[in-house]
């Protein structure tokens, strides 16, 4: 559940429901109805277990969500769908009504939402084969990616989803990751251009040899090429 304002109803229901179906609740601190509905909402929504969010909008704070949805009285529910108004009521509803209304927005489980869950990098890879530029499965593997500093193939994954503000974010971290990397390249390289010619009959500076490419991302086309001129040059 978020408390939503005029400043973040954009980002906070608008982009988050293109990822997961948002319910958006308007309510004030004076309205009887709103507390008896408020509950029975986050109830119906926390069983969902994380597939349909809540967000609250108190319309004394923010009336101009209020007059977006030319809304005359309270409580008003509306729920959004990839970025979409696709539903909602107004006044107060029975328990049943309200868990009939949430469940009806929970979405069904297919394959890409599985291999979503499991959350590595390979099912991730694979829940992008199956609907490319999803957006949630792109988020999720550049933190990956980022993670392992291995931030080069960033900037790709996330092209179809700009200007949308966590791809934006992550493209930002992803070309700090890079410029860092450049730089360690940048001091590393001419350090083992210099051990190489002395690797196989010194032990301390194929030692040393090793000890540097440790400090690089494994994967890294650079790191790879050095790791095959030492190969090359022992055997």
Known sequence: MADVTDATFELDVIERSKTVPVIVDLWAPWCGPCTTLGPMLETAVAST???VELA?????ENPGISRAFGVQSIPAVFAFVDGKGV????GAQSEAKVAAFVAKLVPEVSEVDLLLAAGDEASLRKALELAP???AASYALAKVLLNDRRAAEVPELLLALVPDPQ???LLAEAAAVLADLDHAFHQVLPQLDE???SVKVDEAARATYLQLLETLPSADPRTVAARKALSARLF
């Open 133 to 135: 530029a999803h957006p």
């Open 167 to 169: 791809a934006e974010q």
């Open 87 to 90: 539903d909602g009521f107004i």
């Open 195 to 197: 051990l190489l010619g």
């Open 56 to 60: 609250k909008v108190n319309v004394d």
């Open 49 to 51: 277990g994380g597939r």
